[in-house]
């Protein structure tokens, strides 16, 4: 059974709620999937007055946080992050800078990975945070597993670099159904892709 890995950072729970989707659409293509969540690294008092932050935080605390044998245990690995100014949230980051151990002894290479963002606008940096963390993956050796425009359905989420939800003012965390294709797609390309390499 090939084995795909979710390990996402989320400070309100969009990057929640699309890991969930992604396992479920994991599991649905036969695969043994494992979510992990990137620890918070801020001290819950400095978000206390954002409900949508202290919330996810207290639904995810005590859930398993993700560690580097994570990945090494995975066919596959769909990381997630949201978008900071085009760049990884800072807690993301950190997490693949302590790779580094692993890195070294090859324990991250010849495995497919995708990812996925969130921003609150449609022209919040999606794109060059997709691409900017492809870049950490080419130094592991990984193989890239994009989604590019390979299903129709992928013209109507318009992302070939992996899937990006726009959050909106609101702060909601309800996926659209173009959002939802898109993710369903993105990890049965990932589970299919990994089968083949573990194979």
Do not use: C
Not at 82 to 89: L, M, N, Q, Y
Not at 107 to 125: C, E, I, P, R
């Amino acid at each position: 059974m090939t084995k795909l890995a979710i390990i996402y950072y989320s400070s309100t729970g969009h990057g929640t709620t699309m890991a969930q989707e992604l396992a479920s659409a994991g599991e649905a293509a036969g695969a043994e999937v494992r979510v992990r969540h990137i620890a918070e690294t801020r001290d819950p008092e400095t978000f206390a007055d954002n409900p949508a932050w202290s919330a996810n935080y207290e639904a995810t605390k005590d859930l398993p946080a993700a560690t580097g044998d994570d990945i090494v245990w995975a066919d596959g690995v769909i990381f997630g992050s949201p978008t900071r100014f085009g760049s990884t949230a800072s807690p993301f980051q950190t997490f693949l800078d302590s790779l580094g151990g692993l890195w070294a002894q090859g324990k991250l290479a010849d495995k497919a990975y995708a990812a996925f963002t969130s921003s609150q606008t449609a022209h919040g940096g999606q794109e060059t945070t997709l691409t900017g963390l492809y870049t950490s993956l080419m130094h592991f050796g990984g193989v890239l597993v994009p989604p590019g425009y390979t299903d129709g359905l992928k013209f109507a989420d318009g992302n070939p670099y992996g899937v990006s939800h726009v959050t909106g003012p609101e702060n909601q965390n309800e996926l659209d159904d173009a959002t939802k294709a898109a993710l369903g797609h993105m990890a049965q390309r990932v589970v299919r892709i990994a089968g083949l390499l573990a194979a």
